[in-house]
């Protein structure tokens, strides 16, 4: 089945700094991948997202890339602010029946002031 | 955006009793929901997948007599934890999917189940 992997599982930057979280997948179907913030004792909520036929998507101060031969996609935040400072996860769908989410491990995130 | 909710945020129940959970989409029909099972500090495991009108589908190694899922309309799927322990206790997550093929997840706010 597929499976998803998160590096790093924390992450500490300096305020301004841009902080990169990388995700490696295992299935060659999938073909959405949403990163999802979740901040303490709350549901994850979508921050950016990107499709198998972009290789680059881009929202302000947060970016997705995919790299679909090597099974990576990444979240790259610049500017970070201390409201960044949450657990982000990524997630693999294939985008056909259920839309079955696969999660990563997560990694947590902290935007020193 | 749309909305999903749950509700309860926050229950506590004694051992040996059933809390039941609600997820309703807000402004949107879903004929597909998900329920997820969060321990701390760890990521978002799938329980199942809820059909408005049919069987829920259950990932392996969930027992779907002790985690009973209804969907009875497309806004309204519902767990129940049945006869809950100790070890039930966790932050328990709904998802649903518009339907007509949506490609995007919203996601609940979540429940935090206490079993005591």
């Known amino acids: 089945g597929e499976n998803v992997e998160q590096h790093p599982s924390t992450l500490s930057v300096q305020e301004g700094d841009s902080a990169v979280i990388k995700c490696t997948y295992s299935?060659?179907?999938?073909?959405?991948f949403p990163w999802y913030k979740q901040e303490l004792g709350k549901g994850p909520q979508l921050i950016i997202d990107?499709?198998?036929?972009?290789g680059e998507k881009k929202d302000q101060r947060i970016a997705v890339t995919l790299n679909k031969t090597a099974k990576h996609f990444s979240l790259h935040i610049t500017e970070t602010q201390p409201e960044d400072s949450a657990v982000y996860f990524c997630?693999?769908?294939?985008?056909?029946?259920?839309?079955?989410?696969?999660f990563g491990t997560g990694t947590r995130l902290k935007v020193l002031a | 955006g749309a909305v999903v909710s749950q509700h309860p945020s926050r229950v506590i129940c004694k051992s040996g009793t059933s809390v039941k959970i609600e997820c309703r989409s807000l402004?949107?029909?879903?004929?597909?929901m998900f329920w997820y099972r969060q321990f701390p500090k760890q990521s978002l495991m799938l329980m199942a997948t809820?059909?408005?009108?049919?069987?829920?589908?259950?990932e392996q190694g969930v027992e779907k007599d002790k985690f009973l899922i209804n969907h009875a309309s497309l806004t309204l799927s519902t767990l129940t934890v049945t006869s809950a322990h100790p070890e039930d206790s966790s932050f328990y997550i709904c998802?649903?999917?518009?339907?007509?093929?949506?490609?995007?997840?919203?996601f609940g706010q979540g429940t935090r189940l206490t079993v005591v």
């Open positions: 997630a693999a769908s294939i985008q056909s029946g259920t839309y079955k989410y696969i």
């Open positions: 809820s059909n408005e009108g049919s069987k829920a589908t259950y």
């Open positions: 990107i499709r198998s036929n972009v």
């Open positions: 402004d949107f029909q879903a004929t597909t």
């Open positions: 998802s649903a999917t518009r339907t007509g093929g949506s490609t995007e997840a919203f």
């Open positions: 299935d060659s179907a999938s073909n959405y």
